[in-house]
């Protein structure tokens, strides 16, 4: 947002430290800045400043929201100080410092679901470069092998070589949605595993899903450890398509 909001030449100060037994993550800005009597509000769903429109390229209202609910799921807070339009931003998460006890359970945890669910080929497909990359090299790192396409027709080339088992796909992608994808990777290869991804999770887009042929639909943003579970319990072979 900080990069989004600023004109080009301005600047944008990324800090963190140590904070009330936690540590402290501010990013500050010299951009278009927020209307005093926004500033309360801009975390709510769908809520996006006038001012800001124009910049907004379609968005949706919904990234500091989901922001504040991650922040907020981790035991931390978020909030934001502006001194009013053309005065620039910052915006600032806390969380608590991690214990050592907390962390070697964590460990462990995650050594688990690697045993648990090492070894599969996994392609992921997003539109959004940072998001696929990072969840390529998270499950990389769990010991699956992992490809990223950034949309329909990259990832029926890059299918053609990897032979995925389970798919990861975003269902708003350019070109040809997630649906439409799934349909044709599980034409040439009906043992494939698809996994929509999505921000919708109404059931009409589950029924779609499941019609389209997605194994499972997570709703965005999803836990990690609900995506390594779900790719342990994924069998080699979909039921009654072994050839």
């Known amino acids: 947002n900080a990069a989004k909001y600023t004109d080009p030449g301005g600047s944008i100060e990324v800090t963190a430290g ?62 934001a100080e502006s001194e009013g339009r053309g005065r620039g931003a910052a915006f600032h998460v806390w969380l608590p410092a991690a ?13 688990g679901a690697l045993a648990a669910g090492s070894g599969r080929r996994v392609l992921v497909v997003d539109d959004n470069a940072d998001a696929a990359g990072t969840l390529a090299d998270v499950l990389s790192s769990m010991g699956h092998r992992t490809m990223v396409a950034a949309d329909g027709p990259s990832a029926l080339r890059a299918a053609a070589d990897f032979d995925p088992e389970i798919a990861l796909l975003d269902v708003g992608l350019p070109v040809m949605d997630g649906y439409e994808l799934a349909r044709r990777l599980r034409l040439s290869r009906p043992q494939l595993h698809a996994v929509a991804l999505t921000g919708y999770g109404q059931e009409q887009d589950r029924r779609r899903a499941q019609e389209a042929g997605f194994a499972a639909h997570l709703v965005k943003p999803v836990s990690i450890e609900m995506l390594v579970s779900l790719l342990a319990s994924l069998p080699r072979e979909a039921p009654g398509e072994a050839s």
């Not at 509000?41 to 006038?50: A, D, G, N, T, Y």
């Not at 907390?102 to 462990?108: D, E, L, P, R, Y």
């Open 99 to 111: 214990q050592e006890a907390s962390a070697g359970g964590a460990q462990a945890s995650a050594a």
């Open 18 to 79: 140590r904070s009330e037994g936690g540590v402290r993550i501010s990013v500050r800005d010299d951009g278009v800045g927020i209307d005093p009597a926004m500033v309360q509000s801009i975390f709510k769903e769908f809520v996006q400043e006038r001012q800001a429109l124009d910049r907004s390229r379609g968005g949706l209202g919904l990234g500091l929201a989901i922001v504040r609910s991650l922040v907020q799921a981790h035991g931390g807070r978020v909030f």
